[in-house]
Each structure stands twice: as structure tokens, then as C-alpha cells.
């Protein structure tokens, strides 16, 4: 019934214009909280557990027991009163923000202790850059254990839209010259396809002298 509504709804939030347009626009919205949404996604279920146990001692929502018609979380909803609903929300979204803080600062601690093992495993000289394909093919299969196909798309990878950004964060760590956005990206419809994008990319750097 909603159906057609929503996906009138979602058209014009696309075109930019009208007021669900301009108030999801806010800073508050767009800048503070928007970046949360994937952690939020991540860790709700449980931050949601964890308050359970906390807020009721001796009891644990062991949402393991049920039996799961779907992947990562639970079908069964945390038992909690309604009134507690705002409060496991902004404990969520806190979580969320602290982990989205954090994770720059962590990244880049690992990388530096990944650079100088790798420095002192070469006996001081830098490892010997790899060509983009090979690149890509670690990166992914770093992120999600398969190691790839040039005719994989994205969602055969097991990445999907939403992994895009966390795959463009680490290509643009791995190619210091170049700098990549979600949007350079999405228009390729496989991995060979987002290789020959940064191989021009790189190209183009080096003709500027970068």
C-alpha cells in the first residue's frame, strides 16, 4: 500500500529539492550523525544486549537461543520496556560516534607498526610497489577472505554498496599519489573495471608530476 508512496518519497529526496530534501540537509543530520549510520547498522544488537545485562542483573538476553531466519542479528527484538527505547538509541549512536573516532586513530597505529615490520623485514628499504591488480585483489581479500576475480562485480565479492566506502578508505592509503572518491568508483561494474579506472588515475598523477 505504502509502496508506491515511498518510492515517490525517495525520487524526490534524490532530485535535492523540497523539504525532506532541506532538512535532511542540516549539518546536525548530514555532518554529525550521518556518519554513524554503518556503525549504528554494525552494533546496535549488541549494545542493545549489553544494556540488558546491565540493567537487569543476574539476567542475560542470550539472543543466540532463537532460532535465526536471518544473518548477524537476532529475529527476536530485545525485551525491554518501550520507555527504554531512547536511551538504547543514544547509547547506540554514542557507540557508534566513539568507534568512528577511534577507528582513523587505530588504523593508523597498525599501519605504522605494519610499515616499520615491513622495513626491517627488507632490511630498511621499502617493499616494492605492486601493480593495481594485485593491489586490489589483496584488499579485498583482506577485507572479506575471497580472493577475486577481475569479472567479479562488488556484490560477488561480498561487498555491495555498502562496502565501497571502506574499500575506497583503503585504496586511497595504498596509492599515496592518487586520491579516490565512493563516486569515481561506482560507475565500474567489476573489479577490472575499478582497476583500470586507478590505473588512469595514476597515470594522469604521474604525467602532473605528482
Known amino acids: 500500500m505504502f509502496c508506491p508512496l515511498t518510492t515517490l518519497w525517495i525520487f524526490a529526496l534524490s532530485t535535492g529539492q523540497g523539504f525532506s530534501a532541506k532538512f535532511f540537509r542540516q549539518d546536525f543530520l548530514s555532518k554529525t550523525l550521518a556518519p554513524n549510520s554503518y556503525n549504528c547498522f554494525l552494533f546496535h544488537q549488541v549494545v542493545a544486549q549489553w544494556y540488558f545485562a546491565v540493567t537487569r542483573p543476574g539476567s542475560f538476553w542470550n539472543w543466540w537461543q532463537y532460532r535465526k531466519n536471518m544473518y548477524w542479528f537476532s529475529p527476536q527484538p530485545c525485551p525491554v520496556n518501550w520507555y527504554e527505547y531512547l536511551t538504547i538509541v543514544g547509547l547506540v549512536v554514542a ?95 567489476t573489479i577490472g573495471d575499478m582497476v583500470q579506472i586507478i590505473d588512469a588515475a595514476k597515470e594522469l598523477a604521474n604525467d602532473q608530476g605528482l
Open 95 to 189: 557507540w557508534s560516534r566513539l568507534m568512528f573516532n577511534l577507528e582513523p586513530i587505530l588504523v593508523r597505529i597498525i599501519d605504522l607498526i605494519c610499515k616499520v615490520t615491513r622495513v626491517s623485514r627488507n632490511g630498511g628499504e621499502e617493499e616494492e610497489e605492486k601493480d593495481t591488480m594485485q593491489v586490489m585483489k589483496d584488499i579485498i581479500e583482506g577485507m572479506t577472505g575471497i580472493e577475486p576475480d577481475m569479472d567479479y562485480t562488488l556484490e560477488e565479492c561480498g561487498l555491495a554498496s555498502i562496502g565501497l566506502p571502506a574499500l575506497v578508505a583503503l585504496l586511497n592509503k595504498r596509492f599515496s599519489t592518487v586520491s579516490f572518491s565512493a563516486a569515481d568508483l561506482i560507475t565500474a561494474s
